[in-house]
């Protein structure tokens, strides 16, 4: 993906969604969809901490990230054999840590496929 984005006169960056190689304020808007939810729980504030550095005031977070409660190894659905960590997380508590670090929640909603969805759109505060 960062080589086609990069095809298109994209500017592209690789590294660590937890520690992005990102300069403070260079972006307008992070769009984070099914990859928190990655994330060791004990790593969520500090990482949602760093997209929040990285974002300029007034930048847009659109995250979807599974809804529940625990980490758990689970089974990829495409690839027999494969295993992945997922990270459940409750709405209320993640929703709290994004004002604690200084989001405003304009909108969330949750919806359901093969797991339920947290969609959330934040806009970047100072703090």
Known sequence: MAALAADC???VALGD???????????????SVAALLHVPAAETVSTLRTWHAALRHGGVLGLSTSIGDGEVW????????LLRWFVHRKPRTLLAVLAEIGFEVREHADSATHRTWLSVLAIRCEV
């Open 9 to 11: 006169g994209v500017p």
């Open 17 to 31: 969604l937890r520690r992005p190689p990102l300069a403070p304020g260079s972006l307008a808007g992070l769009w």
């Open 74 to 81: 689970a089974p990829v659905p495409h690839d027999e054999g």
